[in-house]
Nanobody, 128 residues
């Protein structure tokens, strides 16, 4: 059964903004040291976009979204968010959230031990 549910996606024009949210079927699911957002563009492999530590003090972003995307989390609400600004067609894809047991500051974020369980994702088509 799907444990993660992403929402907030939708058709957006270049230059627009969206705020994605991730919720879980059980409160304990997102109670992990690190949370992340991924995306999968059509015909491409899924890639990590951003990750955040438990208290939100540490974040990491893929180069293509730095300065435009902001990951945040609200542990009281058991939620993780991705604010996406100044969207471009290259940002098009299905966006997913995921969890990792720890925040590995000295390792490539894509190599972290992310959960093997994924939600359905939320679609973000960026087009005029």
């Amino acid at each position: 059964q799907v444990q993660l549910a992403e929402s907030g996606g939708g058709l957006v024009q270049p230059g627009g903004s969206l705020r994605l949210s991730c919720a879980a079927s059980e409160r304990s699911i997102l109670n992990k040291d690190a949370l992340g957002w991924f995306r999968q563009a059509p015909g491409k492999e899924r890639e990590v976009v951003a990750a955040i530590s438990w208290l939100g003090g540490s974040t990491v972003y893929t180069d293509s979204v730095k300065g435009r995307f902001t990951i945040s989390r609200d542990n009281a609400k058991d939620a993780v968010y991705l604010q996406m600004n100044d969207l471009t067609p290259a940002d098009t894809g299905v966006y997913y959230c995921n969890t990792a047991r720890a925040y590995y500051a000295n390792a490539d974020v894509g190599s972290w031990p992310w959960s093997e369980y994924w939600g359905q994702g939320t679609q973000v088509p960026v087009s005029s």
